[in-house]
């Protein structure tokens, strides 16, 4: 994402491709991962990432620099099945885009490994301003925009809102707060539901 | 909500009603859904309320009890207008229920006031399980079984919650997490493309 000579991407694809540094990176990676899931951008520190992952604090801020920038290289993991779900969607007939849009979706959702992640970014965009600008950035230039412009619509952008925001508030009920009995329907039942509605507001009239 | 000799209701209603006290215990109140707004569930305090509120935490304890309890008086408060949402959705007419929940809605959120403590709810829903709970039990005896027994469907609480989940995730793009367009679009706008999917969710085929 941060294509910037500093970022953290040219950083981790300059650094020499040492095995030993490879699996600490990703060590620290899955620890910020697991903190910033469990506790959210605010009550994540670098230190606790550090204990967690077992290294120093030191050696975190070395590969990637500040919280925020721990958060975003996390995010972009979590954003690497996001981008599947974007290119499921644009290669996808655009009758079709609706159903693809929902399954992919709930596909990520229903997977323990790629809920954690999805979890992580909901609870920390939703509790701090940092944390929401680094999840607006991506979501809006990663995801949103490239949809839209499959769409041809005035209103397209709006229209992938309305489709995604269906999609949000479903996995925060179903998924991050758990309200019956939509946590416990079936998941066909839930998409028989929904993708029909996801593909009137990407395309209906 | 809790009307059990011990809890906050009866004792609220069992207090002499002196001004000074009622006024202490209003400010508290307010304190209370600042700080839980601004900071979410885990991170305030019933220190940090009593501090807001320019009181000693002891009175806190006494006038609500534990953090759990002062969170509950919280959305409570925020919970008296979604009432106004239920009983507006409860009188529409059934083919005109979907415009009504969206339009009420929507006003809650534009509301500088009630926006507040309904932020305050969902950023301690998301991230904390305690509070997930008491919204879980608020939201569901509260508001979506009593919806859903207006529709005359064996399916009626599943659709409640799916056309919830199309205004949580418009609230959460909008509102919350403040993603463009969706963000700045004029309400009307929204509103005609949202009450016609919140009306098929509720009543459609």
Known sequence: MTDSPGGSGSRR???PPRTESAGTRDRILAAAREEFAERGYDKTSVR??????????????HYFG??????EAAVEVAFAPALTVRDAVLAAPLDDVGERMTR????????????????AIVRSAVNNDVAASVFRRMVTAQL????????????????????????????????VIRIEPIASADVE??????????QGHLTGP
Chains 1, 2 share one sequence.
């Open 104 to 119: 992919v979706l709930f596909g990520l959702w229903e997977n323990s490994v790629t809920r954690k992640p999805l979890l």
């Open 13 to 15: 694809r300059g650094r």
């Open 189 to 198: 039942q839930v998409i028989a539901r929904v993708a029909p509605v996801v």
């Open 48 to 61: 606790g990432i550090a204990k967690s992952a077992g290294v120093d604090s030191a050696l975190v801020h």
């Open 66 to 71: 500040t919280k925020e920038q721990v958060f």
């Open 144 to 175: 949103m925009r490239r949809i839209a412009g499959e769409i041809d619509a005035p209103d397209a952008e709006l229209r992938v809102e309305l489709a995604a925001a269906q999609l949000v508030g479903i996995a925060m009920m179903r998924y």
